[in-house]
């Protein structure tokens, strides 16, 4: 296991090294760059450079190669993708074009919002899909089983940011309810609430986004887990455990179970994911200010070096995540051996 560890490891270096090569420069070639974004700044605030009102003709040489020199773009790509990686090797990620800071303190800032519903998403869709897809497989082909897969389609094909729409609509305004509200992670006064209070606020503002958040989830690993426990029951050791005489939950809680677990954490890797869970539809909507809004604002306004530290960032995440669930693989099937 250890030297399979060791090679995966040595994998990431160029998979993370390809990943950002093809961001890197997919980005750079894109239209609009950040010195065109403030050169229009520079027109409609009328500065003493503009001399028309269109493109690069309306300021200076002089102030133009500031502006390349300013943003690093005084250099050919490649040579600014290898000073990329030089400062990555230190972690440093670069200032935020639009926020003037620390490229990695502008991600941190957002994580509050992502892992507080990438957390609660994880653990919600585990609790409740397994035991359901356990309950689904003992129950299969009773009316149990028949409903509970048809509310999961449902559930399945409604999009997240429409079921958004309609629970504001019916259960946030003055048209039907008014039970939760709008939007944002807690109320206006919280400061003023005492700690359980502030608890109950914040619980009250999560209701209805943990809801879209985690509606498309169940319906995948409930029936995954549900198919594996069907297709272990098959087998002659579960044959023999019922000729001893056992009974059906034991058959299955017992000596089913472990083994239908085996495809079940496939996703367990996907954990990390929660540091960067966002939704930029969900967000809007519930005026949430997390990870998605942030991506889709600094793609916008081609904040290139956010961009990339969030491709870098969820990438080796993804990749570590992989490396987790082989791990998670031998834990639960130690017959499993990757060397």
């Known amino acids: 296991m250890g030297k399979y560890l060791f090679r995966r490891l040595l994998l990431m270096v160029p998979t993370l090294l390809g990943i950002t090569l093809v961001v890197f420069f997919i980005i750079n070639l894109a239209p609009g760059s950040p010195i065109e974004q403030q050169l229009q700044a520079l027109q409609f605030s009328g500065s003493a450079d503009a001399q028309s009102t269109r493109g690069e003709a309306t300021?200076?040489?002089?102030?133009?190669?500031?502006?390349?020199?300013?943003?690093?773009?005084?250099?050919?790509?490649?040579?600014?993708?290898w000073?990329?990686?030089?400062?990555?090797?230190?972690?440093?990620?670069?200032?935020?074009?639009?926020?003037?800071?620390?490229?990695?303190?502008?991600?941190?800032?957002?994580?509050?919002?992502?892992?507080?519903?990438?957390l609660m998403s994880f653990i919600?869709?585990?609790?409740?899909?397994?035991?359901?897809g356990v309950l689904k497989a003992i129950k299969h082909g009773s009316k149990f089983d028949y409903l509970s897969s048809f509310l999961l389609f449902v559930a399945y094909?409604?999009?997240?940011?429409?079921?958004?729409?309609l629970l504001i609509v019916f259960l946030s305004g003055d048209s039907f309810l008014d039970i939760f509200p709008v939007g944002g992670l807690y109320s206006d006064f919280y400061d003023e609430m005492t700690w359980w209070q502030q608890i109950l606020d914040r619980i009250h503002?999560?209701?209805?986004?943990?809801?879209?958040?985690?509606?498309?989830?169940?319906t995948q690993l409930t029936l995954l887990m549900k198919n594996s426990i069907l297709d272990e029951v098959k087998k002659d050791y579960v044959r023999t455990a019922r000729a001893k005489g056992l009974e059906e939950k034991v058959v299955y809680l017992k000596h089913a179970l472990r083994n239908a677990l085996i495809p079940i954490?496939?996703?367990?890797?996907?954990?990390?994911?929660?540091?960067f869970a966002g939704s930029l539809l969900l967000e809007k909507i519930f005026q949430l200010d997390g990870i998605g809004l942030l991506g889709f604002n600094s793609i916008l306004s081609r904040d290139y070096n956010v961009i990339m530290g969030l491709v870098f960032i969820q990438s080796l995440l993804m990749l570590i995540g992989n490396i987790i669930s082989d791990i998670a693989y031998v834990i639960v099937d130690p017959r499993i051996d990757f060397n």
Not at 59 to 81: N, S
Not at 265 to 275: A, E, R
Request: charged share 15%; glycine share 8%.
């Open 59 to 81: 300021v200076t040489k002089e102030v133009l190669d500031a502006l390349k020199k300013q943003y690093g773009f005084d250099k050919p790509v490649h040579i600014r993708y």
């Open 83 to 118: 000073i990329w990686l030089k400062n990555i090797a230190t972690l440093d990620f670069g200032e935020s074009f639009t926020y003037e800071e620390d490229v990695l303190d502008v991600i941190i800032s957002k994580f509050p919002v992502s892992l507080q519903f990438g």
């Open 124 to 132: 919600l869709s585990y609790l409740i899909s397994i035991p359901l």
């Open 157 to 165: 094909s409604i999009p997240g940011f429409m079921l958004a729409i």
């Open 205 to 218: 503002h999560f209701i209805l986004p943990l809801i879209c958040f985690t509606i498309g989830s169940y």
């Open 265 to 275: 954490v496939t996703g367990i890797g996907g954990f990390l994911s929660i540091f």
